[in-house]
C-alpha cells in the first residue's frame, strides 16, 4: 500500500515539474547562444539539497534569480527531475556529459546521486569505462567523492598499463597525474618502462630540448630537473637491472640527486640485498612470462583462459599479470592420442583444461573442465 501512494506522490511531483505551475525560481542555465531560462520551486530544491538552501536567499520581483554558466541547461533539467521525482537519464553517450553530471551533481552535494552514477556506470558501461579510463582519471581523480570510478579506472590502467602509456593523449596529461599514476603500488609493468615512459613525457613537455642529454646546457638541465623532480623519486630503481641502468638511465644522471645517485650506486656495486632508503618500496606485482609448455598456444592464450577462469568479465589479464599457474600432463603427440592415455595422465588432478588444434588450420578449440577428470 505505501508503494503504491509514493508512486503516486512521485507522478505529482513529476507533473510538478513539468508544468512549472507556481514556480518562484529562475534559472538561467547555459553559456550563450545555448541559454535557457528553466522554472523551479524553492521548496522542493532547498528539501533536496543544501546546495540551493544556501544559494537560494534573496529573491527579485518575487523570484528566486540562479545564474549557472557552467551547466547545459540538458543536464541540469536531468537533475531537477530526479529533486522532483527521483528520476534520472543516464543514458548519455560521451564523457563530457558523464564528467558535467557527475561535477554538477557533486556542486549540487547530491552524494548519494554521485555514487549512484558510478555505481550503475561501473555495472552497465564497462567497456565505455575501459575505453575512456584517461579521460575519467584526469578529470576526477583529484575528488575524493569520486573515489569508486577512479578506484576502477586506476584497476585497468594497473592492470593493462598500454590503455594509458600507448595512448596518444598520455604526453598531454599533467604532472599531477602522472605523479598519481606512479604511486600505485600495482601498476603492472617493468620498472625500466616505467622509467622509459617517464622520459617519453619529459620530453614532450619541452619539445625544443634535445633528445639527447649529452647535449643539454646547464639551463635545459635544470628545466627538466624542475620539470621530473617529484616525479623521479616514485621510480623503484632497486627493480632495473644494472644493465638496463647503464643504457638507459645513466644517461639521465644529471635529472638524480647526488644522494639518490649514491644509494643507487652502492645498491648496484655493494650489495643486491642492499635497500634504497629514498626510494618506495618494490610494487607488489612481480612480472615474469608465465612457463608452458605446448606446441599448440602461447603466453597470450594462458592471459585470456585466465581472465575466463576468473571471470574477468569487463579487462583481460595480459600475460604479464597471470594469476594462474598451468602445468601440461598431456600431450597427445607424446603420450599417445587415445582415450586411456589421456585419462591415466589427467584424472584425478583438479580443474584442467583441453586444447586441441583443428588439423589443416589455424583454429584451436578446448574446454575447461572446473572439478576433475574421472
Not at 640527486?257 to 649514491?262: C, N, Q, R, V
Not at 569487463?314 to 604479464?320: D, R
Request: hydrophobic letters at 35%; one cysteine or more.
Amino acid at each position: 500500500m505505501e508503494t503504491k501512494f509514493c508512486l503516486e506522490l512521485m507522478r505529482g511531483l513529476e507533473q510538478l515539474f513539468e508544468k512549472k505551475e507556481n514556480y518562484d525560481v529562475i534559472i538561467q542555465a547555459g553559456e550563450e547562444p545555448n541559454v535557457r531560462e528553466i522554472y523551479a520551486h524553492s521548496l522542493i530544491l532547498c528539501c533536496q539539497s543544501n546546495y540551493f538552501r544556501n544559494n537560494l536567499k534573496e529573491k527579485k520581483d518575487e523570484k528566486f534569480i540562479l545564474k549557472k554558466s557552467n551547466i547545459p541547461p540538458q543536464i541540469f533539467e536531468n537533475i531537477l527531475r530526479f529533486l522532483y521525482c527521483g528520476k534520472i537519464n543516464l543514458n548519455v553517450e560521451s564523457v563530457s556529459e558523464i564528467l558535467t553530471l557527475l561535477k554538477i551533481t557533486n556542486e549540487f552535494e547530491l552524494y548519494s546521486l554521485v555514487k549512484y552514477i558510478q555505481e550503475f556506470l561501473i555495472n552497465n558501461q564497462k567497456v565505455f569505462i575501459q575505453n575512456n579510463a584517461i579521460k575519467f582519471l584526469e578529470n576526477i581523480f583529484q575528488c575524493e567523492t569520486f573515489e569508486l570510478i577512479r578506484n576502477y579506472c586506476l584497476e585497468i590502467i594497473s592492470e593493462i598499463p598500454d590503455v594509458l602509456f600507448k595512448n596518444n593523449t598520455f604526453i598531454t596529461l599533467s604532472s599531477q597525474m602522472i605523479e598519481f599514476i606512479l604511486k600505485q603500488e600495482n601498476l603492472v609493468l617493468n620498472e625500466i618502462e616505467v622509467w622509459d615512459n617517464l622520459i617519453k613525457w619529459t620530453h614532450a613537455q619541452h619539445p625544443n630540448i634535445s633528445h639527447d642529454p649529452s647535449k643539454w646546457t646547464k639551463d635545459e638541465i635544470e628545466i627538466m630537473k624542475r620539470t621530473t623532480y617529484r616525479l623521479i623519486p616514485l621510480i623503484r630503481f632497486q627493480d632495473i637491472s644494472s644493465d638496463d641502468y647503464y643504457k638507459k638511465v645513466f644517461p639521465y644522471e644529471e635529472l638524480l640527486s647526488k644522494e639518490l645517485k649514491g644509494e643507487i650506486m652502492q645498491f648496484y656495486l655493494v650489495s643486491k640485498s642492499t635497500k634504497i632508503i629514498s626510494l618506495l618500496p618494490s610494487r607488489p606485482n612481480k612480472l615474469k612470462q608465465p612457463e608452458y609448455d605446448s606446441v599448440i598456444i602461447e603466453s597470450k592464450h594462458l592471459a585470456i583462459f585466465s581472465s575466463w577462469i576468473k571471470k574477468k568479465n569487463n579487462f583481460y589479464y595480459n600475460v604479464k599479470n597471470i594469476p594462474c599457474n598451468f602445468n601440461l600432463l598431456y600431450r597427445a603427440s607424446r603420450d599417445g592420442n587415445t582415450p586411456a592415455a589421456f585419462h591415466q595422465k589427467c584424472d584425478n588432478k583438479g580443474p584442467t583444461i583441453v586444447i586441441a588444434k583443428v588439423t589443416n588450420s589455424k583454429q584451436i578449440i578446448g574446454g575447461y573442465n572446473p572439478l576433475y577428470w574421472d
